[in-house]
């Protein structure tokens, strides 16, 4: 099996942006995580952060025929994106949302998802163990 992690604008900036949304652990220290966690499990996984829209939906199609399952953090562009909607309906590869903060419990505009009307589940508030929990749902889904 293989997982792609997507990490959208400004989640390179884990560790210094506003620590009490996100915590102290680097996005260097979230790739580790990750791909510890893959290895113990046996699956393969690549990371990808990029703080451009384009980039981000290019790396969705790109992925089309390569990778089982996608956990994305779309970061802002949760918010605002139908391009990155389209992209995760235009692939058909199955898809968790992840959050490190709890979306739901901060501001309006955060209430809106658009990503989450192509994701199969959805994960908030969990800090970074929430892309560990991705890959859980997705090892299951997937069987
Ligand atoms: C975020 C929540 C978004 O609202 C925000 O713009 C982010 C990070 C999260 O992981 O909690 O960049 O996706």
Redesign the pocket.
């Known amino acids: 099996m293989k997982i792609l992690v997507i990490n959208g604008?400004?989640?390179n900036m884990l560790g210094i942006r506003e620590p009490d949304?996100?915590g102290r652990e680097t996005y260097a220290d979230l790739v580790n995580k990750v791909k510890s966690y893959c290895d113990k499990k046996g699956v393969y996984c690549e990371c990808y952060q990029s703080n451009h829209e384009g980039n981000l939906v290019d790396k969705i199609q790109e992925a089309y025929g390569v990778f089982d399952a996608i956990v994305i953090?779309?970061?802002?562009y949760?918010?605002t994106s139908i391009a990155l909607l389209d992209a995760v309906k235009s692939v058909s590869i199955p898809t968790v949302e992840v959050?490190?903060?709890k979306?739901e419990e901060r501001e309006e505009f955060?209430q809106i998802s658009y990503i989450r009307l192509a994701c199969v589940k959805t994960i908030t508030g969990l800090g970074t163990d929430g892309y560990l929990r991705g890959i859980d749902f997705l090892i299951d889904y997937i069987g």
């Open positions: 604008p400004n989640l949304h996100y953090n779309p970061g802002a949760t918010h959050h490190i903060s979306v955060r």
